[in-house]
């Protein structure tokens, strides 16, 4: 049986690697949303693309099964699609905790992009629910979105480092009400998406039924 240290040094090298093909599928997307080279070089590279595929799911997961970098003393949701530094598809955002406040960094690409130069609405939503699941998880247990409500004021800019940040302000419960605004670095008082969400801790009974074995990584 290994030692304990050696499966935490296992797994920290393991979350690196993740951490690190995470932040190369990144450079490629955004490689491949801007370039403008001819049509033979992306049928090229389209075919080169492919060829890794095999050797990653050389083994693989499926639903249900929880991935091996997330497990540990630490839980971690290292595939987040809005926070998981190793999911191509998250930005991803940084998020910390600051006198019960969770606050999230981040800048979004041309991968993005909705209206010409600007960030897709449903980008904004899902950093939204997530800095808003964040401050819910403040008070104690992990919640699920129950309602989700936006407003657009000003268009989001690509390419510009952005600040999120979301705060409960009533707590009923296993029921929490939350606000969090986007707004970018250089001028956090300008909000230029807003949200409430109201998040709910399933009972036992729901997480059971939803979750099954994996109900301790919601716990
Ligand atoms: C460090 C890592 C961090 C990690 C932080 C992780 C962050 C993750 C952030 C992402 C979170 C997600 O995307 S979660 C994924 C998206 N969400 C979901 O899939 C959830 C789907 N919903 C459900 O499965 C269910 O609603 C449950 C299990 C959550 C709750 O079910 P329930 O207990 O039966 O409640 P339900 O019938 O749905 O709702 C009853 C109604 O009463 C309302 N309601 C009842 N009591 C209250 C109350 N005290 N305060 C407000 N509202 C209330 C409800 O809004 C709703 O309104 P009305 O219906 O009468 O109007």
Request: hydrophobic share 40%; with cysteine.
């Amino acid at each position: 049986m290994s030692d304990p240290v050696d499966v935490d040094d296992d797994l920290a090298q393991r979350r690196r690697a993740a951490r690190e093909l995470g932040a190369a599928l990144r450079e490629l997307t955004d490689a491949a949303v801007s370039t403008e080279v001819d049509a033979a070089t992306l049928t090229d590279l389209a075919e080169q693309v492919r060829a890794l595929v095999p050797p990653l799911t050389a083994a693989s997961r499926v639903r249900g099964e929880p991935a091996t970098v997330d497990g540990g003393q630490r839980a971690r949701r290292m595939y987040n699609p809005a926070s998981g530094p190793g999911n191509p598809i998250a930005p991803p955002m940084k998020v910390e905790i600051v006198d019960g406040t969770a606050i999230g960094r981040c800048t979004l690409g041309l991968a993005y992009e909705g209206p010409p130069s600007y960030g897709h609405g449903g980008i904004s939503a899902l950093l939204l629910d997530q800095i808003l699941g964040h401050a819910h998880s403040t008070r104690g247990k992990h919640g699920m979105t129950v309602k989700l409500a936006l407003r657009y004021r000003r268009p989001v800019p690509l390419q510009t480092p952005l600040r999120i940040v979301g705060r409960v302000e009533r707590v009923d419960g296993r029921w929490t009400e939350s606000v969090a605004t986007i707004s970018t670095e250089d001028d956090p008082d300008t909000v230029l998406v807003e949200a409430r969400g109201v998040f709910a801790v399933p009972s036992a009974e729901q997480a059971k039924r939803l979750f099954g074995e994996l109900e301790r990584l919601v716990r």
